[in-house]
């Protein structure tokens, strides 16, 4: 299945978009922020570079091989994320950065939405991520979800996410962030 080029839905109360060309200061401002940026790959903050990224992952997006996700609430930009390497049956999720100013609870909300639009809405199984050994609170946060542990290098450590486990775990995390957010949501 591949989304379409204006796919968009709300759950939990977050508003969620594919990235558009004018979203790339948004983008620069979040991935070049130092209080953001400490465990993400280094990108640039010219902005027209930005805006030639983003056109060219659109031909990826097409192609069903990578999508860039804006989320808001309440009407205000707040973070991305990404699905990107995604095969017949797997995917990696990343590239997940959000304002310091977010509401509590909704980058955790942006992180299984965008499990659950690669599981429920594109049929795939597992999810492989690379996450900094220094961002102890996101370890802390994905081990939550029972992922295998692939390996290890000096940097990183390599998870995958099997569905069914994540399925099990994230209403205990949809609970209490849509209740942060004073959101409800359909069980």
């Not at 796919?7 to 948004?26: C, I, P, T």
């Not at 091989?65 to 991305?80: A, C, L, N, Q, T």
């Not at 977010?102 to 809405?121: C, Q």
């Not at 199984?125 to 690379?130: H, L, T, V």
Request: proline share 3%; glycine share 4%; charged share 25%.
């Amino acid at each position: 299945m591949i989304l379409p080029f204006d796919f968009q839905m709300d759950k939990y109360g977050v508003h969620v978009r594919l990235v558009k060309e004018s979203d790339a200061q948004f983008i620069v401002s979040l991935r070049t922020n130092p209080q953001l940026n400490k465990y993400i790959h280094f990108t640039s903050d010219d902005v027209i570079a930005q805006v030639n990224w983003i056109k060219s992952y659109k031909e990826r997006e097409k192609k069903g091989i990578e999508y860039y996700f804006v989320y808001s609430f309440r009407g205000v930009d707040y973070g991305v994320s990404r699905l990107y390497n995604i095969t017949e049956k797997d995917f990696t999720s990343g590239s997940w950065v959000f304002l310091p100013t977010s509401p509590v609870g909704l980058s955790v909300l942006s992180s299984i939405i965008v499990k659950e639009i690669a599981y429920d809405i594109l049929g795939l199984e597992s999810d492989y991520a690379d996450i900094r050994k220094n961002n102890k609170s996101v370890i802390k946060f994905n081990m939550s979800f029972q992922p295998e542990i692939i390996k290890e290098d000096e940097e990183n450590i390599y998870l995958r996410f099997d569905k069914t486990l994540f399925n099990n775990n994230k209403m205990r995390h949809v609970e209490v962030c849509t209740n942060l957010l004073g959101v409800e949501y359909n069980k």
